[in-house]
């Protein structure tokens, strides 16, 4: 059985992907290692025999598949929260990075490392390959003999990686429960800056509140902080839509469109729920469900498409893979959303045709616009920036691919070309591109792990990888939590400095929360990391 998985890489690998994935769905006690236990699986078969390898292209293929479309699906939120916390987030994440980079040197000193084995130990702790290739890369460049000074650097790299991902991980299920993190509290407070998702619901509300009769719902809401919309009002013996210039009158029956919460404070505003479903009338105006698959109008907003100029109609809510939003005017289409609106029965049919619903075309991936992205992305990461002390510095396939797919999703498209990618192939992507990763990472590691514990060098390397990443985690959260105030669903997000711990980390929120502040963090991490090891390397004696 060991010659058949040793001459058969791709047998080995799905073989690794199948079991880690069983194992990542044991629960015990409510926790479950999900999709990082492919990584552990990993590091289990690659001890067991070191002959276990699959190609480096399968890796890379992982890599740049996951970063991409994290990236792509990231790209918006990554933007928004820039321009919101832009200061705040960027000046935690380089106090996270010098805390890490001073533990190291505190290790140094305290342990008595080479500069090769505590860079490796730090390239190895933050989880960033592209730091260790890129002093490698340095050391090569240098021209002496080099072979002790890289394999100290591997060695290091090696035996603190896999507690880059487990240290962190305790570290951050710890301090869940030492600070008592209210996650559910966190969402309902980030709702309004972030699109997180909410259960939406509809009302009749009876309008009793004579202050409001003859009043445009513009003129009524603005004064307000309520996130609803409006479906059909019935006045008399009369039902349309109603719209934001529509005047309301006492006794008039509004369908209200928003969350519970908001549905009860806009219902004090107005008057009373009523049982006069008005919703229920399909004689006109009926409600329709509809895939967006024409990519004419994905990337574009509601707005833009005039749907009040050919139709008597009101998108109302959009789903989103499982994420249920109000349809704002400028919330952007994307390929695959299910839109539900409200429209005169005439107009069911042009509305259908204009946005596609085509369940089996808003499935289909673009291969000229993912293919053209990914291109741009590994040409960005292939690009050499110099900097002062003769060293130089790469994004990488990792990088690369992520900074263009962040730009790309949040452009959502050039002209006729549309980037983003519909929300199930996104994810399917991403998830093949991190099991691909992780069992690469674990069977290569693991053979280097069998063949190093003839020296009893390895455990000092391994507890160094240990205090540092979790001394380093620790003092992380505790200031960004308590000095930076920042929620602790988007801390998960800024510690997770590998997939397998983002994935671990949306586990324990049970939100996307994590996967913004990962958006956020990644970009400037992966540069910095890079710098950091260098320095490191060149400061320490390398």
Same mark, same amino acid.
């Given at each position: ?32 290692? $999900? @999709?990082?236990? =492919? #990584?552990?699986?990993?590091?289990? %078969?690659?001890? /067991? ?6 190609? !480096? ?109 487990? $240290? @962190?991980?305790? =570290? #951050?299920?710890?301090?869940?429960? %030492?600070?008592? /993190? ?6 309902? !407070? ?114 833009? #498409? ?131 990763? #992780? ?104």
């Amino acid at each position: 059985m060991d010659q058949l998985l040793a001459n058969n890489p791709l047998l080995l690998l799905f073989l690794v992907a199948a079991v880690g994935y069983f194992v990542g769905k044991v629960n015990i006690k409510g926790n479950s290692l $999900g @999709v990082s236990a =492919v #990584l552990f699986v990993g590091l289990a %078969f690659g001890a /067991i025999n070191p002959e276990f390898n699959v190609p !480096q292209i399968i890796f890379q293929l992982g890599l740049v598949f996951f970063v991409y479309s994290v990236g792509l699906s990231s790209g918006p939120a990554f933007f928004q929260s820039f321009k919101k916390n832009g200061i705040r987030d960027i000046g935690f994440v380089m106090i996270m990075l010098t805390v890490t980079a001073l533990v190291a040197v505190g290790l140094f000193f305290l342990f008595g490392f080479d500069a090769a084995s505590i860079t490796g130990i730090y390239s190895g702790s933050s989880t960033n390959t592209p730091a260790l290739a890129s002093v490698i890369d340095l050391v090569e460049r240098r021209g002496s003999d080099n072979t002790e000074l890289k394999d100290a650097l591997v060695i290091g790299y090696t035996y603190s990686y896999p507690m880059g991902v487990i $240290g @962190v991980m305790i =570290v #951050l299920k710890i301090m869940e429960r %030492f600070f008592k /993190i209210d996650y559910k509290k966190e969402e309902q !407070q980030l709702k309004k800056d972030y699109p997180i998702e909410e259960e939406l619901s509809s009302q009749s509300v009876r309008i009793t509140n004579t202050d409001l009769d003859g009043m445009a719902l513009r003129d009524i809401i603005k004064g307000t902080d309520l996130n609803i919309l409006f479906g059909r009002i019935s006045s008399g013996d009369d039902i349309t839509l109603a719209n934001w210039d529509t005047i309301i009158h006492t006794n008039d029956v509004l369908i209200v469109i928003g969350s519970y919460e908001e549905i009860d404070k806009s219902t004090k505003l107005f008057g009373e729920k009523t049982k006069d479903n008005i919703s229920y009338d399909r004689r006109e105006y009926d409600v329709r469900r509809i895939f967006v698959s024409n990519q004419r109008v994905v990337g574009k907003t509601i707005s833009s #498409l005039n749907l009040s100029k050919n139709y008597s109609a009101v998108i109302t809510r959009i789903r989103r893979g499982d994420l249920d939003m109000l349809a704002k005017a400028n919330t952007v289409l994307e390929m695959g959303d299910r839109i539900r609106f409200v429209a005169r029965r005439k107009d069911l049919k042009g509305l259908s045709k204009l946005f596609g619903d085509s369940y089996y075309r808003s499935s289909q991936v673009n291969l000229f616009s993912f293919g053209l992205g990914i291109a741009l992305g590994l040409l960005l990461g292939s690009i050499e920036i110099s900097l002062p002390g003769n060293t130089t510095f790469k994004l990488g396939m990792a990088g690369g691919p992520l900074v263009v797919g962040l730009v790309l999703g949040a452009l959502r498209r050039t002209g006729p070309i549309v980037w983003t990618l519909p929300y199930g192939a996104n994810v399917t992507l991403r998830q093949m591109g991190l099991i691909f990763l #992780l069992a690469v990472i674990g069977l290569s590691s693991g053979n280097k792990v069998l063949e190093s514990l003839e020296s009893p060098v390895w455990i000092t390397v391994f507890m160094g990888g240990v205090m540092l990443s979790m001394i380093s985690a620790v003092v992380s959260i505790v200031i960004g939590y308590k000095l930076f105030k920042i929620p602790f669903s988007l801390l998960l997000g800024f510690l997770s400095n590998q997939p397998a711990i983002l994935d671990y980390s949306m586990g324990m929120s049970k939100n996307k929360v994590p996967l913004i502040g990962y958006s956020v963090m990644f970009p400037i991490a992966l540069v910095m990391k890079i710098l950091f090891a260098q320095i490191l390397f060149l400061v320490l004696g390398g």
